[in-house]
């Protein structure tokens, strides 16, 4: 583990078990750097929930033996990474019932598409171009809850992040083969 008042990094060794110990020594560095104001309780649970999907997508969906964890706090905002040279992203389109994965090929067109709902929140990302998407959610306009009960797939994890969070970023690196995820909150919100 590196550290400095600036960021954090942390090499993860994918095992579940390590998660605990890890998501400790983020809250000492969120709590040591966050400036004069502390993180408010409820803004450390949902920076807690991020960390502990980032981790788990690791474990579960990478298959790299790790991934680096860095974490910044600067200008009112706690910006949290997980790279890894793992399996690419791959999000199943389901208004068009395809499978859409990292590296995208020039010659796919690909729009905004819902990727998940639980049945009030329908998450979506936008592919922003061949390397990056941005998840956010949309408020569906009825409650369908018994889709809740249907439908929670491997996607939920992402629809946690992006509901917790205010930026929620998925960059693939064609060259290095390098996944990285971006979650930024805001402290003072």
Known sequence: MKQNPDHFKFVFNSRQEDIPAVLERCQNYINQNAGENPVDISLLSKVKWVITELLTNAVKHSGADECLLKMDVRNAQLVIEKEDNGTPLSLHDSDNE?????????????????????????????????????????????????????????????????????????????????SKFRVTFNLNA
């Open 98 to 178: 395809k499978q859409i994965a990292w590296p995208i090929q020039a010659d796919q067109t690909i729009e905004d598409f819902q990727i998940y709902h639980n049945g009030m929140d329908s998450l979506r990302v936008s592919i922003d171009n061949y390397n990056l998407a941005t998840f956010y959610t949309e408020e569906l306009p009825e409650s369908q809850m018994p889709a809740l009960l249907l439908d929670t797939s491997e996607h939920f994890g992402l629809l946690i992040i992006t509901k917790a969070s205010d930026e929620f970023i998925y960059e693939y690196n064609n060259e290095s083969g390098m």
